[in-house]
């Protein structure tokens, strides 16, 4: 299974960097709210990924990361998707689940599997650790739920989080909400990955919390 996906991110990114060669690296970087520079080596467009900078140096399409990083396959696929797929439009402040999304109703439940429901069994019954560790990671404070805040994940999808604690009667719940403009940005199974990484983050920041100093 493991080598599929591989296989298939390989080949999407084969796919994005072609149709990207193709583009104008400037009109796209005006699209998706991320900033485009001219330097010596060739054309360069800077976006921020969960608030690390990421740079895309055309027309070699190379990837540099602070500390000389490796950018992970599946980031590079998303990041290039959103630079083809944005189309400039503003954000419309209007937040809905993944199955609002136009289309998004057909992967609902892929959505839940592998964001909500990890997230909802991690925090369930600890708001106060969900808070901090949104916090933690750049997040700002929502004022929904028992605890919620939302997070730039690309420089046009911001992605809310927003929980309410379990207890003997009722089970806990997690929601994770998108601007409504995000199908201009990100195709629906992208939203899911992105959705699954914020999740991992948010898990990973947790456990790094827990640890003793």
């Not at 080598?3 to 970087?29: G, T």
């Not at 419309?92 to 997230?119: C, H, N, S």
């Not at 994770?176 to 983050?201: N, T």
């Amino acid at each position: 299974m493991e080598i599929r996906k591989q296989r298939n991110y390989q080949q999407a990114l084969h796919l994005a960097c072609s149709r990207l060669k193709e583009m104008d690296p400037e009109e796209r970087a005006q699209k998706a709210g991320a900033t485009y520079t001219i330097c010596p080596n060739g054309k360069e467009v800077l976006l921020h990924f969960f608030a690390d900078p990421q740079s895309i140096r055309f027309p070699e399409m190379l990837f540099v990361a602070p500390a000389k990083k490796t950018v992970s396959l599946v980031t590079r696929v998303i990041l290039l998707h959103y630079l083809i797929h944005a189309d400039g439009i503003p954000l419309t402040g209007r937040w809905v689940g993944y199955k609002d999304i136009p289309g998004g109703l057909l992967y609902a439940g892929v959505f839940a599997r592998r964001v909500t429901e990890p997230l909802a069994r991690r925090f369930g019954r600890s708001a106060d650790q969900f808070q901090k560790a949104g916090l933690r990671c750049g997040g700002t404070p929502a004022g929904l739920g028992d605890a919620s805040f939302t997070i730039s994940a690309l420089p046009r999808i911001p992605l809310q989080f927003v929980l309410w604690e379990g207890d003997e009667e009722f089970p806990a719940s997690v929601q994770v909400l998108f601007d409504s403009s995000v199908d201009h940005y990100l195709p629906l199974e992208d939203a899911v990955v992105l959705g699954q990484m914020a999740a991992g983050r948010l898990i990973l920041r947790s456990s790094q919390l827990s640890q003793p100093l």
